[in-house]
Structure formats: structure tokens, C-alpha cells
T-cell receptor, first 110, second 113 residues
Framework: RKEVEQDPGPFNVPEGATVAFNCTYSNSASQSFFWYRQDCRKEPKLLMS???SGNEDGRFTAQLNRASQYISLLIRDSKLSDSATYLC???????????FGGGTRVLVKP | DAGVIQSPRHEVTEMGQEVTLRCKPI?????LFWYRQTMMRGLELLIYFNNNVPIDDSGMPEDRFSAKMPNASFSTLKIQPSEPRDSAVYFCASSLHGSYEQYFGPGTRLTVT
């Protein structure tokens, strides 16, 4: 079983709609959680950290459920520029190692 | 400010040849990471350094792979001999102590024929 699992998609989303997707992680000792974004043939970039109480950054909302060991990302009012692969990332308590999920591909269409 | 710099951006080589990938981290960052990304396996951590010292190399696939960081501004990942299954995009990333945000370079797309 992979340490961090994601639905690969693609999620085809009409422009202006809301899309949400989850990621599950297997290590209950995981300490920190993030969403990274990767555009086609580009490098990953940090989108947002995920806090225990949930957090928003503009149109993006991230949630963490430690009991069920999953993280979610919701995108409201989707823009064409939101088309990308979203990588779920987990960090264990010790060290600086990040573990990346396989990514969820989102395609926003007019 | 310059981000993480990687060279070459593309490399095509024949099986059995030696390949050397290069990385210059962001100035002042004390962590450096090497990743490999393929469609099948996603983004995998190969090795990471802290203050030029290798901390975790458990992701290095086999003895054909080696990495060095002779100083704070330069690292290499070497594959010798290369095999077709090594074809992937290799990313270098750096981060600052106390921050979990990793800054990735543009990657090196390696094709081994």
C-alpha cells in the first residue's frame, strides 16, 4: 500500500464550478500536511499548508481529518488556470522528508 | 532572485553511458533533495542532504546511483551505467531549516535509449 494515495482523475470541471478531492495517508505519526500544485511539464510548487482546524486561501479550502487519516482540497469558482495536477504531501514528525502522493489531475473547461 | 538551477534540462543517452545531473540550490538553503518522477511511480525522494551531509539515501534505487554535495552551492546525481528504466524527470529541491516548503528546480528530463 502506498504511503499517500490519491485518485489520479482526471476531474473534468466546468469553469465556475466547485471541485473537491481527497488524499489518504497510512502513517498515523505524520505531522504536517501540504498541497502542492504541478503544471504540465513543470516543477511542483507549494499551494498551501493544511492545518488541523482547516484553512482557506482564497478559493481554496483544505481540511484535515486525523482520525480517518485523510486530507481534502476544495476549489470554488474554478478558473481555467486551475487546471493542473494537485499533489498531496505528508511529512513525518522526524526529519525533513516529504512523501508525495501520485497526484490528482484537474481539468477546468470553458 | 534565482531559484534552484538544474542542468542539463534535457539529456538523451545510450544505455551503459554515465550520466551526471547538476543542481545549484537557492543561496542560504541548507537542505537539498533529489527526486525522480515517472508516470508509474510518481515523485520519489532519492536522497537528501543537510549542510552538505547526506541524511537519508534510502530512496536511491541501487549502486548505480550516487550523489554528492561538495559544497553548499552545488550537488550532483550520477548514474553509472545508465539503463532505459532510469528514464524519468529528475528534480532537485532546496529548503531552509525551519521551513517545510521545498523549492523545486525545473528538472532534468532524462531519456536512456
Amino acid at each position: 500500500r502506498k504511503e499517500v494515495e490519491q485518485d489520479p482523475g482526471p476531474f473534468n470541471v466546468p469553469e465556475g464550478a466547485t471541485v473537491a478531492f481527497n488524499c489518504t495517508y497510512s502513517n498515523s505519526a505524520s505531522q504536517s500536511f501540504f498541497w502542492y500544485r504541478q503544471d504540465c511539464r513543470k516543477e511542483p510548487k507549494l499551494l498551501m499548508s493544511v492545518y488541523s482546524s482547516g484553512n482557506e486561501d482564497g478559493r481554496f479550502t483544505a481540511q484535515l481529518n486525523r482520525a480517518s487519516q485523510y486530507i481534502s482540497l476544495l476549489i470554488r469558482d474554478s478558473k481555467l488556470s486551475d487546471s493542473a495536477t494537485y499533489l498531496c504531501v505528508v511529512k513525518e514528525a522526524a526529519g525533513n522528508k516529504l512523501t508525495f502522493g501520485g497526484g490528482t489531475r484537474v481539468l477546468v473547461k470553458p | 532572485d534565482a531559484g534552484v538551477i538544474q542542468s542539463p534540462r534535457h539529456e538523451v543517452t545510450e544505455m551503459g553511458q554515465e550520466v551526471t545531473l547538476r543542481c545549484k540550490p537557492i543561496s542560504g538553503h541548507d537542505y537539498l533533495f533529489w527526486y525522480r518522477q515517472t508516470m508509474m511511480r510518481g515523485l520519489e525522494l532519492l536522497i537528501y542532504f543537510n549542510n552538505n551531509v547526506p541524511i537519508d539515501d534510502s530512496g536511491m534505487p541501487e549502486d548505480r546511483f550516487s550523489a554528492k554535495m561538495p559544497n553548499a552551492s552545488f550537488s550532483t546525481l550520477k548514474i553509472q551505467p545508465s539503463e532505459p528504466r532510469d528514464s524519468a524527470v529528475y528534480f532537485c529541491a532546496s529548503s531552509l531549516h525551519g521551513s517545510y516548503e521545498q523549492y523545486f528546480g525545473p528538472g532534468t528530463r532524462l531519456t536512456v535509449t
